[in-house]
């Protein structure tokens, strides 16, 4: 919340170069002799606006110059590449329900748990995720001035979900001129191409200014078939039937799963009598099952394509010399185009039994009898099922700002509204193929063409609607107190009111289960939140300065919390500072969790019972190959809020003094824990549950199988959700060093590194393990980002790089813990050489060079990927589409005009 007059603190602190780009926090301020008193500035972190630019928690600032020599077209791009997403975060992904989203993840403890600001106040989190974790997609990139990260919790400031930390992304505000920019990129491999264009204006007078913006851009979709590592390969023994050495394939192909529990192609011979998406091989599944594969990535997207326009508005009017209005206005649409291969789904047989047939071509059809299980892909009502979303987001915020003597206050009221509306085609009625059925089709025959009429009965769509709506209102106080040695005290307190409502509705035919190849049902619910705050700054001495807050959170659905914070501060001379802090957080569940209906799924799992009753030890079934097993996923009305506990101590050393050129270097080691944790059950869990003999443990969790047999029958439906469960626990270092020197005549070199080391990363593998440690068993161990820049007068060059070293490509079960039911996880292991299976490290460049014209232009060329790097890939050929771009390398060209 700002206080004093912001638009002039905030414009002295970027012309002081706090603002400094990804660096550690600047050097040590000191106000030289003579200088004029410094402005202050609110900085993210703390609601008391002060002159101090370094406090007790550290801040990284990414500056508009640092923005656009990235090489990058969007906010999600450029902070899910940064080192303190150490885990990666969601991209868009095509087909899904969220392929118009994208996400931060700090401290890789998940996308709910990290706060993301506007203009210093809460953005509302998106209804097509959890309603808790914001869509980046909805901030116009154009129009940001400068992208604050906090990391440290701060839910005593700011409430819940500030457990891993805070973005606080500030827009463009006082802006004077004119300037229209554009930008493509050209790609060397097919998709993924991206043009942008952006008009950003603004004036002022004697009493106020406004500031306004237009961003349109687009981003072209991946085809599967377009990346290797995406597209079907049988890639270890070519040649061979073994369906563990091939990617690409389902089995929900043209397969029979009879009442003997024996999977079978519905050909026997050649697959490829079903269409060119399905290769000749009959792939052996082990246990004696067989299948004919599908390859789906032959017809499906590895991203989304987006097409995004947002327009901004900020204005400010002085109606007196000591109040202020400002108000701000944001509006976007994202519209996404997402492909999933042609439906498929398993159902049971309902026809007349159908025997053996003799093809033509001397192949036979298997024979298939009412109550078998059909494993079928729906090419015939369509070859893919294509995603069509629009996004809305309008963000409104108004308010005032004044001063009464020493007193400063503010009174603000912000609406926000976020509307999805989705059309999914090419999915299958599950009535119009039970009829189909009645009606004579037969799902084995090569020619469908005959059932046309049939098939066109039981084609449908899949249309869903999200939507949530968040009113708030806020006011805020700021003065000071008695004077102590090192300056006087200041205050802050506060309070806020705010409504929340989501509704998420799919189609009626969709809720009743009955429409094949979707997932979702439909849920609602809304909330109240009353909370009030305060803050204070206590400066002991000219050295030493204390910080205090705490925040009390009500609300209707679940319960209060109150949250503190302590930070201290320790700066004996102007080289060094030693600072820390210790604060309490929350999450409250989201409303999705409290309220969802249940939502169909296919999730992949060892069923670990059937396993063992086919007569297998438990350390075969813990490496078995997963199958699918529909799952429903519900929600929990009796969920309780997250707790945390986190401190943080560190250093900032300033060297400038003895040496030539400026260098600085923070070190800051952090320890998060969470107790209470809200987990989702998984299928897996669902099965080693039902090993064990403790499914009756967790309420709202099953497995049903065929013909309400135990564990030898196939299951046909597994229920799961969320719960609160244990705790979980985090600890690491953040190194964040900044250079910079003059070359003489050859201009000015600066570079910023940032490297974040996991030290212990304490999670479960399931529910049912004991905690352990998973640094470097399934998430980096470390991560770092630098951006190396050259400035020689008009012209300057930016070498951004991320690097990711190598891991553990995946992990299993211990065989020595399964039997003790600790289940701890270990590295796998290459089953020929015994040796742990570990990724390599991974490295990416993008180039810019920049050219500042004599008429106010600036032209941009630039190379992203400039070693056209993949993916880290295992030797199953998979990898992390949250960790890993997987564009190409791309040529990009940009020009901005002023006037």
Same mark, same amino acid.
């Given at each position: 919340?700002?206080?004093?007059n912001?638009?002039?603190?905030?414009?002295f602190a970027l012309g002081?170069g706090?603002?400094a780009?990804?660096?550690?926090?600047?050097a040590?301020?000191q106000?030289?002799?003579?200088?004029?008193e410094l402005?202050?500035v609110?900085?993210?972190?703390?609601r008391?606006?002060?002159?101090?630019?370094e406090?007790?928690?550290?801040v990284?600032?990414?500056?508009?110059e640092?923005l656009?020599?990235r090489?990058?077209?969007?906010?999600?791009?450029?902070l899910?590449n940064?080192?303190?997403n150490?885990?990666g975060?969601f991209?868009?992904d095509?087909g899904?329900t969220?392929?118009g989203?994208a996400?931060?993840?700090l401290?890789?403890?998940g996308?709910?748990?990290?706060l993301?600001l506007?203009?210093g106040?809460r953005?509302?989190?998106?209804p097509v995720m959890d309603?808790?974790t914001q869509?980046?997609?909805a901030i116009?990139f154009?129009a940001v001035?400068r992208?604050e990260?906090?990391?440290?919790?701060?839910s005593?400031?700011?409430?819940?979900?500030?457990?891993?930390?805070?973005?606080n992304?500030i827009?463009r505000?006082?802006?004077e001129?004119v300037?229209i920019?554009a930008?493509?990129?050209f790609?060397?491999?097919?998709?993924?191409?991206?043009?942008s264009?952006?008009v950003i204006g603004?004036?002022?007078?004697p009493r106020g200014?406004i500031t306004f913006?237009l961003?349109?851009?687009?981003?072209?979709?991946?085809?599967s078939r377009?990346?290797?590592?995406?597209?079907a390969?049988?890639?270890?023994?070519?040649?061979?039937?073994?369906?563990a050495?091939?990617?690409g394939?389902s089995?929900?192909?043209?397969n029979i799963l009879g009442?003997?529990g024996?999977?079978?192609p519905?050909?026997?011979g050649d697959?490829s009598v079903?269409?060119?998406n399905y290769p000749d091989t009959?792939w052996d599944?082990g246990?004696?099952?067989?299948a004919c594969?599908?390859?789906?990535t032959?017809s499906s997207?590895?991203s989304?394509a987006l097409?995004?326009?947002s327009?901004?508005l900020?204005a400010?009017?002085?109606?007196?010399?000591?109040?202020d209005?400002?108000a701000r206005?944001?509006h976007?649409?994202v519209?996404s185009?997402g492909?999933?291969?042609a439906?498929?789904g398993?159902?049971?047989?309902?026809?007349?039994a159908?025997?053996e047939?003799?093809?033509?071509?001397g192949?036979?059809?298997?024979?298939?009898?009412p109550?078998?299980?059909?494993?079928y892909r729906?090419?015939?009502?369509?070859?893919s099922?294509?995603?069509y979303?629009?996004d809305y987001q309008t963000?409104?915020q108004?308010?005032f700002e004044g001063r009464?003597?020493a007193l400063d206050?503010?009174v603000?009221?912000?609406?926000?509204?976020?509307?999805?509306?989705?059309?999914g085609?090419?999915?299958?009625?599950?009535?119009?193929?039970d009829a189909a059925?009645?009606a004579?089709w037969?799902?084995?025959?090569?020619d469908?063409?005959?059932?046309?009429?049939l098939v066109d009965?039981m084609?449908?769509?899949?249309?869903?609607?999200?939507?949530?709506?968040?009113?708030?209102?806020d006011?805020?106080?700021?003065?000071?107190?008695p004077?102590?040695?090192?300056?006087?005290?200041a205050?802050f307190v506060g309070?806020e009111?705010f409504e929340?409502?989501y509704t998420?509705?799919?189609a009626?035919q969709?809720?009743?289960?009955?429409?094949?190849g979707?997932a979702g049902g439909?849920?609602g619910?809304?909330?109240d939140?009353?909370?009030v705050y305060?803050e204070t700054?206590l400066?002991l001495?000219?050295?030493?300065e204390?910080?205090?807050a705490?925040?009390?959170?009500?609300y209707?659905d679940?319960?209060?919390?109150?949250s503190?914070?302590?930070?201290?501060?320790?700066?004996p001379?102007?080289?060094?500072?030693?600072r820390?802090?210790?604060?309490?957080g929350?999450?409250?569940?989201?409303?999705?969790?409290?309220f969802?209906?249940?939502s169909q799924?296919?999730?992949?799992a060892q069923?670990?019972?059937r396993c063992i009753?086919?007569?297998?030890?438990i350390?075969?079934?813990?490496?078995?190959?997963?199958?699918q097993t529909e799952t429903?996923t519900a929600?929990n009305?009796?969920?309780?809020?997250?707790?945390s506990t986190?401190?943080?101590?560190?250093?900032?050393?300033?060297f400038?003094d003895?040496?030539?050129?400026?260098l600085?270097?923070s070190?800051d080691?952090?320890?998060?824990?969470?107790?209470?944790q809200?987990t989702?059950?998984s299928t897996?869990?669902?099965?080693?549950l039902?090993?064990?003999g403790?499914?009756d443990?967790?309420d709202g969790?099953?497995?049903?199988r065929?013909?309400g047999?135990g564990p030898?029958n196939?299951?046909?439906?597994?229920?799961?959700?969320?719960?609160n469960?244990e705790?979980?626990d985090?600890?690491?270092?953040?190194? $964040?060093v900044r250079y910079?020197?003059?070359l003489?005549?050859? *201009?000015r070199? &600066?570079?910023? /590194? +940032?490297?974040?080391?996991?030290?212990e990363?304490?999670s479960?593998?399931?529910i049912?393990?004991?905690?352990?440690?998973?640094?470097d068993?399934t998430?980096?161990?470390w991560?770092?980002?630098?951006?190396?820049n050259?400035?020689y007068?008009d012209h300057?060059?930016?070498l951004?790089?991320?690097?990711i070293p190598?891991?553990?490509?995946?992990?299993?079960?211990d065989e020595s813990?399964?039997e003790?039911?600790?289940?701890?996880?270990?590295c796998?292991?290459d089953?020929e050489?015994?040796?742990?299976?570990?990724?390599?490290?991974?490295?990416?460049? $993008?180039l810019?060079?920049d050219w500042?014209t004599?008429?106010? *232009?600036?032209? &941009?060329v630039? /190379? +992203?990927n400039l070693?056209?790097?993949?993916p880290?890939?295992?030797?199953?050929?998979?990898f992390?589409?949250?960790?890993?771009?997987f564009?190409?390398r791309?040529y990009v060209?940009?020009y901005?005009?002023?006037f």
């Amino acid at each position: 919340m700002a206080s004093f007059n912001v638009r002039n603190a905030v414009r002295f602190a970027l012309g002081a170069g706090m603002a400094a780009a990804m660096t550690a926090p600047a050097a040590v301020a000191q106000e030289e002799e003579g200088a004029r008193e410094l402005d202050r500035v609110q900085v993210t972190g703390s609601r008391i606006s002060r002159t101090q630019l370094e406090g007790a928690t550290p801040v990284v600032t990414i500056d508009r110059e640092d923005l656009d020599g990235r090489g990058y077209q969007n906010v999600a791009d450029v902070l899910r590449n940064t080192s303190f997403n150490t885990a990666g975060s969601f991209r868009e992904d095509s087909g899904t329900t969220w392929q118009g989203q994208a996400t931060l993840n700090l401290r890789g403890i998940g996308s709910n748990r990290t706060l993301v600001l506007l203009n210093g106040r809460r953005m509302p989190g998106s209804p097509v995720m959890d309603g808790q974790t914001q869509n980046l997609n909805a901030i116009p990139f154009a129009a940001v001035e400068r992208i604050e990260v906090l990391s440290d919790g701060a839910s005593a400031i700011y409430g819940s979900d500030a457990i891993g930390g805070v973005v606080n992304v500030i827009l463009r505000s006082d802006y004077e001129g004119v300037e229209i920019s554009a930008r493509t990129t050209f790609n060397e491999r097919d998709g993924g191409e991206e043009n942008s264009m952006s008009v950003i204006g603004g004036a002022s007078g004697p009493r106020g200014n406004i500031t306004f913006g237009l961003e349109w851009d687009e981003t072209d979709i991946i085809f599967s078939r377009d990346r290797h590592f995406f597209a079907a390969e049988d890639f270890n023994e070519p040649g061979g039937n073994d369906w563990a050495e091939v990617t690409g394939l389902s089995e929900a192909a043209r397969n029979i799963l009879g009442a003997d529990g024996v999977m079978r192609p519905m050909v026997d011979g050649d697959c490829s009598v079903y269409g060119d998406n399905y290769p000749d091989t009959i792939w052996d599944l082990g246990g004696g099952d067989t299948a004919c594969g599908y390859n789906h990535t032959a017809s499906s997207a590895g991203s989304a394509a987006l097409d995004r326009t947002s327009v901004f508005l900020d204005a400010n009017y002085e109606i007196n010399p000591d109040i202020d209005f400002y108000a701000r206005a944001n509006h976007m649409r994202v519209e996404s185009f997402g492909r999933y291969a042609a439906a498929a789904g398993a159902f049971a047989w309902n026809g007349p039994a159908l025997a053996e047939e003799q093809l033509e071509d001397g192949q036979t059809l298997t024979e298939l009898n009412p109550g078998d299980q059909v494993w079928y892909r729906f090419d015939n009502t369509g070859p893919s099922r294509d995603s069509y979303q629009n996004d809305y987001q309008t963000d409104l915020q108004f308010g005032f700002e004044g001063r009464a003597g020493a007193l400063d206050w503010e009174v603000g009221y912000q609406y926000n509204m976020y509307d999805m509306h989705e059309w999914g085609t090419g999915y299958v009625n599950t009535l119009g193929l039970d009829a189909a059925g009645d009606a004579g089709w037969d799902p084995r025959q090569p020619d469908q063409e005959q059932f046309s009429e049939l098939v066109d009965d039981m084609t449908d769509n899949a249309n869903r609607r999200s939507q949530a709506t968040f009113q708030r209102v806020d006011f805020g106080l700021q003065f000071d107190g008695p004077d102590l040695t090192g300056g006087p005290m200041a205050f802050f307190v506060g309070g806020e009111y705010f409504e929340q409502d989501y509704t998420d509705v799919t189609a009626a035919q969709a809720e009743a289960d009955n429409i094949l190849g979707t997932a979702g049902g439909s849920s609602g619910g809304s909330r109240d939140v009353s909370a009030v705050y305060g803050e204070t700054v206590l400066p002991l001495t000219d050295t030493v300065e204390l910080d205090f807050a705490l925040r009390y959170d009500d609300y209707s659905d679940f319960g209060d919390n109150v949250s503190g914070k302590i930070g201290a501060r320790w700066q004996p001379n102007r080289n060094f500072i030693l600072r820390g802090s210790a604060s309490q957080g929350f999450r409250a569940p989201s409303l999705d969790n409290l309220f969802q209906a249940p939502s169909q799924g296919f999730a992949f799992a060892q069923d670990i019972p059937r396993c063992i009753a086919d007569g297998n030890d438990i350390a075969t079934c813990a490496e078995a190959p997963t199958t699918q097993t529909e799952t429903f996923t519900a929600s929990n009305e009796d969920l309780e809020a997250e707790e945390s506990t986190q401190f943080m101590i560190g250093t900032v050393f300033d060297f400038s003094d003895f040496m030539e050129g400026d260098l600085s270097l923070s070190i800051d080691y952090y320890n998060i824990e969470i107790d209470n944790q809200i987990t989702s059950v998984s299928t897996q869990d669902a099965f080693w549950l039902e090993y064990l003999g403790q499914m009756d443990t967790i309420d709202g969790v099953s497995i049903e199988r065929a013909g309400g047999g135990g564990p030898g029958n196939t299951p046909t439906r597994a229920e799961v959700g969320p719960i609160n469960y244990e705790d979980f626990d985090t600890s690491g270092l953040d190194f $964040n060093v900044r250079y910079g020197t003059e070359l003489g005549n050859f *201009g000015r070199l &600066t570079a910023n /590194v +940032n490297l974040n080391y996991v030290l212990e990363y304490n999670s479960r593998y399931l529910i049912q393990s004991e905690k352990q440690d998973f640094t470097d068993v399934t998430q980096p161990e470390w991560r770092a980002d630098s951006q190396l820049n050259w400035r020689y007068g008009d012209h300057g060059v930016t070498l951004s790089t991320m690097y990711i070293p190598g891991r553990c490509v995946s992990s299993v079960l211990d065989e020595s813990t399964i039997e003790t039911e600790e289940f701890f996880a270990t590295c796998a292991t290459d089953g020929e050489t015994g040796e742990d299976r570990e990724l390599g490290g991974w490295v990416h460049h $993008n180039l810019t060079y920049d050219w500042h014209t004599p008429w106010d *232009g600036r032209v &941009t060329v630039g /190379v +992203n990927n400039l070693t056209d790097k993949d993916p880290a890939l295992n030797r199953n050929k998979e990898f992390s589409n949250d960790l890993y771009p997987f564009v190409g390398r791309q040529y990009v060209l940009g020009y901005t005009q002023n006037f």
